[in-house]
C-alpha cells in the first residue's frame, strides 16, 4: 500500500473516530437530560464505567444504522412515503433500544419514546459531524469523486481524448423548477434569492441564455410535461376532464389516468420518449421512456416489475442520516407552514384561502422529501454518468398556489431552490462525464382571489343556478345566482316568483370541472359534444348566464355550424375567425386565439370550456378551485415559463426557423410555442451530442401495439445510432432491470438543501 493510500486510510479512520467521539458525549449528555434514559446501573457507576458504556452504545448503534437500517428500507417497499416518514423515527428508535441491550451488565436503558428522541438527535448529530468534516477536507472531497469516477472507468469505458478526466460526450440534465414563470425567475435574480441562477447562468459571462415559452391553453404541468417528455399532449384539454363513452374523470394527478395519458401520446408518436436511452425521470408525473425511476406517477399504477418508481427515494432513505435530517426537516417546514398560515390570518392578507387540515403535510412533502429525493436521485444519476436526466422540483408550484406566486413564502421557496441548483452546478465540475445543466419550467402562476371568494358561490354553483337546478344555501343568497335563476325563469317564460312544471324533464346534472382558472362543463346524457344549440333548448339561460357573468373571460362552446367562443354584451366569434385581442379575447396574450382553435379539435373537449376573465393591468384571474396562485387556462403569467441553456447548444429560435423552412407552419406571434416544440428542441439537443434517437421499425409492431404494451420496461420503443465514441453511459443498466434508481452512486457528504 503506497503512502497516499496510508494517509487516504488514516484521514478515513480518524474521521470515523471523531463521529464515533462527538455521538459518545451527545448520548452522555442526552443520558443526564432525559429522566428516562440511563447508561448506568441503578447503583451507580464510575465517571470511565459510564464513558465506557456510553461509547460502547454510540458504536453499536453506528454499527447498526450502517449494516441493519438499509435491509430495514428494502424490507419496506409497499410503504407509501409519507407513512415511510413517520416510521423513520420509530426505526430509528427501535435500532437504538437493540444497541443499548447489546451493553454488558445491561447498563443501557431507555423508554420506547425517549429511544425515539435520542435516536433522532444522535442520527443528526452524526451525520452533521461526518458533514462538516468532509466540506473542511475538501482534498478528501474530491478524492471521493475520483473513485466515483474511476469506478466507471474500470467498467472498460475509454476516456474522451479531447477532455481528459472526463468520459465520452457530455450528459444533459433537465430540471424543472415547476410553476416558476419566466418574469418571476428573472425577478428572483434580480432580487438576490436566487444568486446560482443570477451568477452562474443569467450572467452575462455565464454562457447561457434565457427565453420565454408560450404554453398551448392548458397551462398546466400534465399537458405540459406530457408534451416535453413524450412529444404529444393531443386530446388533454385541462388538468382533469369528463370522458363520456367511459363515464370517467381523468387527472393528471391520478396514477391511472397518467398511465393512460402516456400511453396515448406514444400510440400518436410511435416513440418512447425523451429519456428512453439511457434515461433517468425524476419527480415527474411521466416517465418519460426512462429505465430509471423515482416518484414517476404514471409508474405507480404499475403492478410487478415495472413499478419501479420508489427506488430512488428508499435508495435515499437507506442511509439513516438522510432519512433522519429529511423527516426533522420535514417537521420543521409543517411547523413553518403553520406559523406563515397564522400570521397571515392575524395579519388579514388578502387574498387568502383556507391552509389547514392535512395542507401542511402536503406542503412538507412537496417542499422537502420530494426535493431532497429528487436531488440525491439526479447526484445519483450524475456520478452514474447517465445520458439524460429529467427532474421535476414542485415545491414553488405547492407554494405559490396557497401563498401567492408573488408572496414571501413563496421567495422563500426560491431561495431553498437555488441551494439545490448550486449543489447539483458543484457536482457537475467532479461528475466521470461533464453534463449541461438545462433549466426550464412547465408553466407560471397567475395571481389573483378565487372565483368563490369574490363572488360567493362555485363554478358549479353557477352552472347549476343558470340550468334552474338547487344550489347550497350560501350560494342561494348571492347576486350571482339570484340573477342566473331569474334569467331561467325570463327564458322559460315564467313569471319571478312562478312555480315549476308540474311534471319536469328529469335530466341528469353537469359535470363541472376546476383546472385554475379553466372550467369544463360537460353533459353526460347527451352523447358526443353538446352544441351550442342542442344546450340553448334544453338549459336556455347558462351560456348568456355564463359569459355576461363578470368572472368570466369567454366560453368555447361547439355548434351545429361550427364552434363558437361567447364573451360579454352578446359577443360571439366562430372559432376560425378568431382573432388575438380582439371580441372575446380582448386583453389576452398573443397566441390565445391559436391556443383555442386547438383545443376545440380535440375530441374530449368538454362541451363548454369556460376561461375566467383576465385582467391585463394587475396580470390576475380568477382561479375555479381554492387556490390563489394558479394555472391551467389563459391569463397572464400562468402561460409564460421559461427555457435557460448553455450557449453551446443551438438555438430554440433557430431550431424553430428550421422547421419552418422545412414545411413545418410558422409559431403564432413568433418565438418557442407550445411543449410539444420545447419537446422537438431537447431532443435536438441531445441528439447534438449523443447521435440520434430513432423509432424502432419492427414487423408487426404497430404504434397502436406499443402504446397498449405495458411500459417502458417490457418493450423495447427506441434504439440508439451511434459511433463507437457515443455508447450510452449506462449499457450496463437497461430499461429491462430491476436496478436501484441510485444503484452505485452514493450521495456525497456535502452541505445538504434541506430547511
Same mark, same amino acid.
Given at each position: 500500500m503506497g503512502d497516499g493510500k496510508w494517509r487516504t486510510a488514516g484521514r478515513t479512520l480518524m474521521r470515523v473516530i471523531a463521529v464515533w467521539a462527538v455521538s459518545t458525549v451527545t448520548l452522555l449528555v442526552l443520558a443526564g437530560a432525559l429522566p428516562d434514559f440511563q447508561l448506568q446501573s441503578d447503583d451507580g457507576d464510575t465517571i470511565t464505567r459510564t464513558a465506557f458504556t456510553a461509547a460502547w452504545g454510540a458504536g453499536a448503534f453506528g454499527l447498526l444504522s450502517a449494516l441493519v437500517w438499509p435491509v430495514l428500507v428494502r424490507a419496506l417497499l409497499i410503504v407509501p412515503a409519507l407513512v415511510l416518514g413517520a416510521l423513520v423515527f420509530f426505526l430509528n428508535g427501535s435500532l437504538l433500544l437493540i444497541a443499548l441491550r447489546l451493553i454488558p451488565d445491561g447498563r443501557g436503558d431507555a423508554a420506547p419514546e425517549t429511544a425515539v428522541v435520542v435516536a433522532a438527535v444522535m442520527s443528526a448529530v452524526a451525520s452533521a459531524t461526518s458533514t462538516a468534516l468532509a466540506v473542511r477536507d475538501d482534498e478528501a472531497y474530491r478524492r471521493r469523486l475520483s473513485r466515483l469516477a474511476d469506478r466507471r472507468r474500470r467498467r472498460g469505458r475509454s476516456p474522451d481524448p479531447a477532455e481528459p478526466g472526463r468520459e465520452g460526450p457530455p450528459g444533459t440534465v433537465f430540471l424543472q423548477l415547476d410553476g416558476v414563470g419566466h418574469d418571476v425567475l428573472v425577478k428572483a435574480?434580480?432580487?438576490?434569492?436566487?444568486?446560482? $441562477?443570477? +451568477?452562474?447562468?443569467?450572467?452575462?459571462?455565464?454562457?447561457?441564455? %434565457?427565453?420565454?415559452?408560450?404554453t398551448d391553453w392548458s397551462s398546466q404541468t400534465g399537458a405540459s410535461q406530457l408534451a416535453i417528455l413524450h412529444g404529444s399532449n393531443h386530446d388533454v384539454p385541462a388538468f382533469r376532464w369528463y370522458e363520456k363513452e367511459t &363515464?370517467?374523470?381523468?387527472?393528471?394527478?391520478?396514477?391511472?389516468?397518467?398511465?393512460?395519458?402516456?400511453?396515448?401520446?406514444?400510440?400518436? @408518436?410511435?416513440?418512447?420518449? %425523451?429519456?428512453?436511452?439511457?434515461?433517468?425521470? &425524476? /419527480?415527474?408525473?411521466?416517465? #418519460?421512456?426512462?429505465?430509471? *425511476?423515482?416518484?414517476?406517477?404514471?409508474?405507480?399504477?404499475?403492478? /410487478?416489475?415495472?413499478?419501479?418508481?420508489?427506488?430512488?427515494?428508499?435508495?435515499?432513505?437507506?442511509?439513516?442520516?438522510? +432519512?433522519?435530517?429529511? +423527516?426533522?426537516?420535514?417537521?420543521?417546514?409543517?411547523?413553518?407552514?403553520?406559523?406563515?398560515?397564522? &400570521?397571515? =390570518?392575524a395579519r388579514k392578507v388578502t387574498p387568502r384561502i383556507k391552509r389547514g387540515g392535512l395542507y401542511p403535510f402536503i406542503r412538507a412533502f412537496a417542499t422537502v422529501v420530494e426535493r431532497d429525493v429528487v436531488v440525491a436521485a439526479v447526484l445519483g444519476d450524475m456520478f452514474a454518468g447517465r445520458t439524460a436526466v429529467y427532474a421535476d422540483l414542485v415545491a414553488y408550484d405547492e407554494v405559490a398556489h396557497h401563498s401567492g406566486p408573488r408572496s414571501r413564502d413563496a421567495e422563500k421557496v426560491l431561495v431553498r431552490l437555488d441551494r439545490s441548483l448550486a449543489l447539483i452546478a458543484k457536482?457537475?465540475?467532479?461528475?466521470? =462525464?461533464?453534463? =449541461?445543466?438545462?433549466?426550464?419550467?412547465?408553466?407560471?402562476?397567475?395571481?389573483?382571489?378565487?372565483?368563490?371568494?369574490?363572488? #360567493? *358561490? @362555485?363554478?358549479?354553483?353557477?352552472?347549476?343556478?343558470g340550468c334552474g337546478l338547487p344550489v347550497p344555501r350560501r350560494a342561494q343568497r348571492t347576486r350571482s345566482a339570484s340573477e342566473a335563476r331569474d334569467a331561467v325563469r325570463i327564458a322559460l317564460h315564467r313569471p319571478v316568483e312562478g312555480q315549476q312544471d308540474e311534471h319536469p324533464v328529469k335530466l341528469s346534472d353537469p359535470v363541472v370541472l376546476a383546472s385554475g382558472n379553466l372550467g369544463l362543463i360537460s353533459f353526460p346524457d347527451i352523447e358526443g359534444r353538446a352544441s351550442r344549440e342542442h344546450i340553448e333548448r334544453r338549459h336556455p339561460a347558462l351560456l348568456s348566464t355564463l359569459a355576461n357573468h363578470p368572472g368570466i373571460g369567454f366560453l368555447l362552446v361547439g355548434g351545429e355550424d361550427g364552434s363558437v367562443v361567447l364573451g360579454r354584451g352578446g359577443a360571439e366569434v366562430p372559432v376560425a375567425e378568431l382573432t388575438d385581442g380582439e371580441g372575446p379575447l380582448a386583453g389576452f396574450d398573443t397566441g390565445a386565439a391559436d391556443a383555442v382553435r386547438r383545443t376545440d379539435t380535440f375530441p374530449h373537449v368538454a362541451d363548454v370550456m369556460v376561461n375566467s376573465m383576465y385582467d391585463p393591468g394587475t396580470g390576475t384571474v380568477h382561479a375555479f378551485e381554492e387556490q390563489i396562485g394558479s394555472h391551467g387556462g389563459l391569463g397572464g403569467e400562468q402561460s409564460r415559463p421559461f427555457l435557460l441553456w448553455p450557449r453551446g447548444l443551438t438555438d430554440p429560435l433557430d431550431i424553430v426557423a428550421a422547421e419552418t423552412a422545412e414545411g413545418a407552419a410558422p409559431p403564432p406571434g413568433g418565438g418557442l410555442v407550445g411543449a410539444e416544440t420545447v419537446h422537438r428542441v431537447l431532443t435536438r439537443w441531445l441528439q447534438e451530442s449523443s447521435g440520434p434517437q430513432v423509432p424502432v421499425r419492427e414487423e408487426g409492431f404497430a404504434g397502436a401495439d406499443l402504446a397498449d404494451e405495458p411500459f417502458p420496461a417490457d418493450t423495447p420503443v427506441l434504439e440508439k445510432t451511434s459511433t463507437p465514441t457515443e455508447t450510452p453511459a449506462t449499457t450496463e443498466t !437497461?430499461?429491462?432491470?430491476?436496478? !436501484?434508481?441510485?444503484?452505485?452512486? !452514493? $450521495?456525497?457528504?456535502?452541505?445538504?438543501?434541506?430547511?
Open positions: 435574480a434580480a432580487a438576490g434569492l436566487m444568486p446560482t $441562477v443570477a +451568477a452562474g447562468w443569467l450572467a452575462d459571462s455565464s454562457g447561457h441564455r %434565457l427565453t420565454p415559452w408560450r &363515464r370517467t374523470v381523468m387527472v393528471s394527478s391520478r396514477p391511472a389516468s397518467a398511465l393512460e395519458m402516456q400511453r396515448r401520446a406514444i400510440r400518436r @408518436t410511435h416513440d418512447g420518449g %425523451l429519456l428512453t436511452v439511457d434515461g433517468a425521470s &425524476r /419527480g415527474n408525473l411521466f416517465s #418519460g421512456g426512462a429505465g430509471q *425511476l423515482a416518484l414517476v406517477l404514471s409508474m405507480a399504477a404499475r403492478r /410487478g416489475k415495472g413499478r419501479r418508481s420508489r427506488a430512488g427515494y428508499f435508495a435515499y432513505f437507506s442511509d439513516p442520516a438522510n +432519512a433522519t435530517r429529511t +423527516a426533522l426537516s420535514f417537521v420543521a417546514e409543517v411547523l413553518r407552514e403553520i406559523g406563515q398560515s397564522t &400570521r397571515a =390570518r457536482i457537475a465540475d467532479h461528475t466521470p =462525464r461533464a453534463y =449541461r445543466v438545462v433549466l426550464l419550467s412547465d408553466h407560471g402562476q397567475s395571481p389573483g382571489e378565487t372565483f368563490a371568494g369574490k363572488y #360567493g *358561490l @362555485t363554478l358549479k354553483d353557477l352552472v347549476r343556478a !437497461p430499461a429491462t432491470t430491476e436496478a !436501484p434508481a441510485t444503484t452505485e452512486a !452514493p $450521495v456525497p457528504d456535502r452541505p445538504d438543501t434541506t430547511a
